[in-house]
């Protein structure tokens, strides 16, 4: 811009400062270029869980071990702080579990997966998800079990099996 004769160069000029939360107001200053976000809500919720799904949900291990996938999805307005899952044998006390990466999306609204593996000689039976615990930057947090899952007309079990 020019201002009485003097000309300076913009620097707001390609910078985007959209941070994908709806919840701050981003705007470019332009005496330096760099991006300032204000906070305008109050967050105290935790993220919303609108998908989940486990692939397989039934596993036979009499050939070897199998692994299992779990795949959710997560939306915050603050973003996603924490976030594992883990299922638990039905008696003899065997978790497994994983920390997921984002598939798609981001941390505001992303889809999440990550794999373990049901070793050969797990026990068997129906496993539960023991907890699925994920919270917010700001520690709002959740936790789900099963039969929270399944209420919500999710998977909450794997059934592991020896042969038919
Ligand atoms: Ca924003
Ligand atoms: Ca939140």
Redesign the pocket.
């Known amino acids: 811009m020019c201002i009485a004769g003097l000309c300076e160069e913009d620097l707001c000029a390609n910078v985007d400062c959209?941070?994908?939360?709806?919840?701050?107001?981003?705007s470019c200053d332009p005496s330096n270029g760099t991006c300032v976000?204000i906070l305008i809500c109050e967050d105290i919720d935790p993220p919303a869980l609108t998908a989940f799904d486990i692939v397989p949900q039934s596993v036979d291990l009499t050939g070897g071990p199998a692994e299992v996938t779990f795949t959710w999805s997560l939306t915050d307005p603050s973003g996603i702080g924490a976030n594992a899952i883990e299922m638990e044998s039905p008696t003899a006390g065997q978790f497994i579990g994983c920390s997921p990466t984002l598939l798609s999306g981001d941390q505001f609204d992303g889809v999440w997966t990550c794999t373990d593996t049901f070793d050969q000689g797990a026990e068997g039976g129906v496993w539960e998800v023991s907890t699925l615990r994920f919270s917010d930057s700001l520690g709002n947090d959740a936790r789900f079990f099963g039969a929270d899952l399944e209420l919500l007309g999710f998977p909450g079990y794997v059934d592991v099996t020896y042969g038919p």
């Open positions: 959209d941070d994908g939360n709806d919840c701050t107001v981003d976000s």
